[in-house]
C-alpha cells in the first residue's frame, strides 16, 4: 500500500477546491488533499471488504483502494459513464481513490464564504461533511478526506 507524507499547504493552493458531483450535490475537497484526477478504470475486487471499497486499481506501481463515495453516503448505487471519475487522495497517510458522479471544477472559496456545519440544524451528526461553502450558483459541501473512513477501516485500507 502506497503512503503518503503529510505536505505544507502551498500558498498558491489556499481556499482552493475541486468540486464534484454525486447524486444531485455539489462536495468540494480542498485542493491540497488531490493528488491527481483520472477516469474510471478495471478495477479487481477484493473479498470481504465493505460494500463501499470496489476493490483496487494499480497506478504506477502503486496499489490504490477505490472508495464509491455513492455507497459511502449512502446512496443509491448507479451504473458507471464517461463522466464517472477516480480523485486520488491522501487519507490519513494512504493514497484512496474516490469514485465520483462527475469532477466539476477547481474553485477559490474565500473564509468568509465558508460556515461550520455545526451552526445547521440537524448536521451534527454529518461525519463526512466538515464545512458548506457558498457561491454564486449556490451550495457546496466540503468533505474532510480524513473523516470518510474510521480507524479500523483505515487499518483496513493499510493492508491491502
Known sequence: MAEVTETSLNDGQKDMFMTFVVGKETYGIEISH???????????????????IRGIIN??????????????FRMEPRPHDDRTCVIVTVVDTVLVGLIVDGVSEVITLPEENISSIQGIAGAQGNRFVREVGRTASGIVLIVDPNKLVN?????MLRSL
Open 59 to 72: 497506478l504506477r506501481g502503486n496499489i490504490i483502494p477505490l472508495m464509491d463515495v455513492r455507497l459511502r
Open 151 to 155: 480507524d479500523d477501516e483505515l487499518e
Open 34 to 52: 488531490i493528488i491527481e484526477i483520472i477516469g474510471m478504470q478495471e478495477y479487481t475486487e477484493v473479498p470481504e471488504m465493505p460494500d463501499y
